[in-house]
C-alpha cells in the first residue's frame, strides 16, 4: 500500500473547514502561517475564552477560496487589514466583540473588491471610528444581509442609510440593522424611503 502522508503539515494541506467555536480556553495569535491551507472554505473563530491578540493577519489575503470567515472575542493591534480585500469569494464576513486600534476606518477597498460579499456583520468592533465609506453604498451589489452594530465612533448619516435602501444601488439587501452607531441626520428622510417600498397592495388590505 503507499504510504499516507498524516503529518500536522500535511493535514492542514487537506483542512477546507475550520472551527473552533465556543471554546474557552483557547487564546493566543491568529497565524499567518494558516496561508498554508490552500483549500480552506470556512474558517470560524468565535472563542468564549480569554480571545486572541495580535494583528489580524494581512497575509489571510492569499487565502482564495475562503468562503466564510468569522471572529469574535479579540484584541487586536492595527486596523482591519485593506488586504482582505483580495478575498474575491468571500461570501459571509463576521467580526464581533473585537477591538482593534483606536481611529482605525472601515476599509474603502474591501467593497470594492469583495464583489462576493452576502453577509457582513460587524458587531462591537470597538476602535473604527469615522465615517461609512460611500463605496459601501453602492459597490456590495450582491449583499443581502447588512449589520453594523455596537459602533458609537462610527459616523454614519441618515442619507446614507436612506442610498442603503434604494433598490439601484443594493438592490438584493434584504436585512439591514444600524444600531448603538453615531447616526445623524433628518429622520424624515428614512420615513420617506420606506413609504416609497411599501408594496401598493398594502392600501387594500381588509381593515380588522
Excluded at 468569522?70 to 482591519?80: A, E, H, K, Q, V
Excluded at 449589520?147 to 434584504?174: C, F, R, W, Y
Excluded at 429622520?187 to 416609497?196: D, K, M, S, T
Amino acid at each position: 500500500m503507499p504510504r499516507v502522508d498524516i503529518s500536522p503539515q500535511s493535514l492542514c494541506l487537506c483542512l477546507s473547514v475550520v472551527g473552533l467555536d465556543g471554546m474557552t480556553v483557547l487564546g493566543g495569535t491568529l497565524p499567518s502561517e494558516w496561508t498554508s491551507m490552500t483549500r480552506l472554505r470556512s474558517l470560524s473563530l468565535s472563542l468564549n475564552g480569554p480571545g486572541y491578540y495580535g494583528f489580524l493577519p494581512s497575509a489571510w489575503s492569499s487565502l482564495a477560496g475562503l468562503q466564510y470567515l468569522s471572529i469574535s472575542n479579540g484584541s487586536f493591534m492595527g486596523g482591519l487589514p485593506a488586504e482582505w480585500a483580495k478575498h474575491y469569494n468571500l461570501k459571509e464576513l463576521r467580526l464581533q466583540n473585537i477591538t482593534v486600534d483606536r481611529f482605525s476606518t472601515l476599509p474603502t477597498i474591501w467593497a470594492q473588491n469583495m464583489v462576493a460579499l452576502g453577509t457582513l456583520v460587524l458587531e462591537d468592533v470597538r476602535g473604527v471610528s469615522g465615517p461609512l465609506p460611500s463605496s459601501w453604498l453602492v459597490s456590495y451589489r450582491n449583499l443581502t444581509v447588512l449589520h453594523i452594530k455596537l459602533m458609537p465612533a462610527l459616523n454614519i448619516t441618515v442619507d446614507q442609510i436612506s442610498s442603503l435602501m434604494q433598490a439601484e444601488n443594493l438592490g438584493g439587501l434584504e436585512d439591514l440593522v444600524v444600531e448603538g452607531c453615531n447616526v445623524t441626520g433628518n429622520i424624515p428622510a428614512i420615513a420617506g424611503r420606506l413609504v416609497e417600498h411599501l408594496p401598493s397592495s398594502l392600501g387594500s388590505m381588509p381593515h380588522t
